[in-house]
């Protein structure tokens, strides 16, 4: 696979990237060539030690490196980045701390806030002080069921200047769906939102945060306030107070930031759950601040005064991504809301008036947005933008176009992948190279990434598992109730030994980029070819008539046959017609074997919190299976339209 060329950097725009200097120093420090990318990769998997190290100052991350970069015992998962180092991720990221703005919030059209960065080290003290007031010491966990808001952010750095462990959710999350979350790490202190704006709607959260609370018994729920009713929602929780009463004994000061060593853990993020318990990753202040950084500054270019969107929510990982911008010197763009309120002009509104150097978003947005016929690229000034950001799916090759074609011709737009396992990414864009369509630019700066076939061999233009053969830092320090840490290896090296896999089916294209066609676990296997999902979703959701697909195999009669589920756009069916010209195009952009035996309509499709397809949760109803946490889901409701469907009966 080689896609087209859409888009080059000049050389003026290459000459100003922080990886330029990057590279400078290092062929300096080294005295290798490192010409281009290629060289520049391979020496930081080959001299680890020394490319961490350079990672490290090049950041200006604050904090005693000491001696080693790293000790390596063999084993992957033994391997110790910075074993002597003693750093606290709050004094990095509160640096550049002044009078400039450090947080730009809005809350759909409902509320706008604006935190210099002065404002907000104010706050981050307070709320230390309070934490330590009501207890928490070094280890303890703080969970937040919160919005996208200032006050996340700022309780997060809290937990990191005493050592604690943050871990979140956002408030769309259900009693259940929390609890099988913040009940497995028994935090000491809750926080939480009185309510937060949706699509217009004002959603209150009381009915079920007294259930959450009393089932948690922290030693205080705190409320933060958003629409107003944080006093009644208080009254109504376990140990509750609001947010003001709860800093009201405290002034800012000085904020006093406990060094700590490098794997000290500092967040615990969750699996989907689509099919379980979610399992709790808990990661470490070090690794999550170093290799974030080596993102946001090699890879997205970020410096002092850039401005950064990402639209998520604090239920998923580039919630933590963004957050740490703030370690490069930028300011935070944050956004709570529908993304379609009161039409999808909205966030690009909101980059235009914000002057967004990096937006950041996933495909399936990128896709709507073309589906709507919506061209920002005449209707908004977003001259700003250096960098478009996609991730949660696999970004289309119309994705691709239409970012370039309808939102802003001159624009590095890297498609990133990696996951809630890492907190960051495996591949992902490299400014000094081309765009190709359909395709990630590479793999990242100290990531040993390559894609492995059925026997554990490297493979070349042929589709196979995506892995990481060497130790990298953002690797999970351990997942929580594991002692004998049997799950964890369990999750990433059952399948290839002291190699991590990381679930996705991946391929290299000839111009070492990337190309990921879907989870491997999702992968469609009909006489024993395995297909990715994301293959079909190209050419499916290309079509004029759908919105969108979701596609899985089904057992049978002693085989597995590719289903394919698709919502139609409004004012379009499913008829014969249009089921005959979607396996046609199937057949004639894929292959025979991508043909799904069964195309069948559906009114919607269910997705976890941040907008991903749930492909084996649907794989399970259709076999007459339970979900065993439909909490995990966005919409549950959605799976009762591939229920007992007569048509998969033959």
Not at 505 to 518: C, L, M, S
Not at 593 to 621: F, N, Q, Y
Request: charged fraction near 25%; glycine fraction near 10%; charge should be negative.
């Amino acid at each position: 696979m080689n896609g087209r060329v859409l888009w080059t950097p000049s050389p003026a725009r290459i000459a100003r990237q922080p990886l330029t200097r990057f590279a400078e120093a290092a062929r300096a420090a080294t005295g290798r060539e490192l010409a281009d990318y290629a060289a520049l990769h391979a020496w930081s998997i080959e001299d680890r030690d020394a490319f961490w190290s350079h990672v490290w100052d090049f950041c200006e991350v604050v904090g005693a490196k000491g001696g080693a970069a790293l000790r390596d015992e063999g084993d992957m998962r033994d391997a110790r980045f910075f074993p002597e180092a003693r750093l606290n991720v709050a004094e990095t990221l509160l640096r550049r701390c002044g009078p400039e703005e450090a947080i730009v919030f809005r809350s759909e059209d409902k509320v706008e806030r604006r935190l210099s960065g002065d404002e907000l080290k104010a706050l981050v003290s307070r709320l230390a002080q309070g934490l330590a007031a009501a207890g928490v010491a070094s280890g303890d966990r703080v969970a937040a069921m919160l919005p996208n808001m200032p006050e996340a952010v700022a309780l997060m750095l809290a937990c990191a200047s005493l050592g604690a462990i943050f871990s979140s959710c956002s408030p769309d999350f259900g009693e259940r769906g929390v609890l099988d979350r913040f009940g497995q790490i028994e935090p000491k202190l809750f926080f939480a939102c009185d309510g937060y704006h949706y699509a217009g709607k004002v959603i209150r959260v009381a009915d079920k945060l007294g259930p959450i609370s009393r089932a948690l018994k922290p030693e205080r729920t705190v409320i933060v306030p958003l629409i107003g009713e944080a006093e009644a929602v208080a009254a109504g929780t376990w140990n509750g107070a609001t947010l003001d009463a709860f800093l009201a004994p405290f002034a800012p000061a000085p904020l006093r930031c406990e060094p700590l060593p490098f794997a000290h853990p500092l967040f615990i993020l969750y699996s989907s759950g689509t099919t379980g318990v979610p399992k709790c990753i808990v990661h470490s202040a070090g690794g999550a601040l170093l290799q974030l950084m080596k993102e946001h500054r090699l890879h997205c270019g970020i410096t002092p005064g850039a401005r950064v969107f990402y639209f998520t929510t604090c239920g998923w990982m580039m919630w933590n991504w963004l957050a740490f911008a703030l370690g490069s010197g930028a300011t935070l763009l944050l956004y709570d809301g529908s993304p379609f309120h009161p039409n999808g002009n909205v966030l690009f509104d909101y980059l235009a008036a914000e002057r967004a150097t990096l937006f950041g978003t996933s495909a399936k947005f990128i896709d709507a947005v073309r589906k709507e016929g919506l061209r920002p690229i005449e209707t908004h000034d977003l001259s700003a933008i250096e960098t478009i950001t996609s991730t949660g799916s696999p970004l289309s090759p119309e994705g691709f176009d239409f970012v370039y074609d309808g939102i802003k011709r001159d624009v590095h737009l890297a498609s990133i992948s990696g996951g809630t396992d890492i907190v960051s990414c495996f591949v992902l864009g490299v400014p000094w190279l081309p765009v190709h369509e359909g395709e990630i630019q590479g793999a990242g700066l100290g990531m040993a990434v390559d894609v492995y076939d059925d026997d554990g061999r490297p493979v070349r233009g042929e589709k196979g598992d995506l892995v990481c053969t060497r130790a990298f830092p953002s690797m999970p320090v351990a997942f929580w109730n594991d002692p004998g840490g049997e799950r964890y290896r369990a999750a990433y090296f059952e399948r290839f030994p002291n190699v991590w896999c990381h679930g996705d089916f991946a391929e290299w294209t000839g111009h070492d980029g990337i190309v990921i066609h879907g989870r491997s676990d999702a992968t469609l296997n009909p006489q024993g070819v395995r297909i990715g999902t994301a293959e079909i979703y190209n050419v499916v959701e290309s079509l004029p008539e759908i919105a969108e697909a979701i596609c899985v195999g089904q057992d049978f009669d002693g085989d597995v046959r590719v289903v394919l589920f698709v919502r139609p756009k409004p004012g379009f069916d499913l008829d014969e017609a249009l089921t005959r010209r979607i396996r046609d195009e199937i057949r004639r952009n894929t292959s025979p074997r991508h043909v799904p035996a069964k195309v069948l309509a559906v009114p919607d499709i269910p997705r976890t919190k941040s907008g991903k397809i749930v492909e084996l949760a649907v794989r399970e109803v259709i076999h007459g299976r339970p979900v065993k946490n439909k909490e995990a889901l966005a919409n549950p409701e959605a799976l009762d339209h591939f229920a007992d469907r007569a048509e998969l009966k033959d």
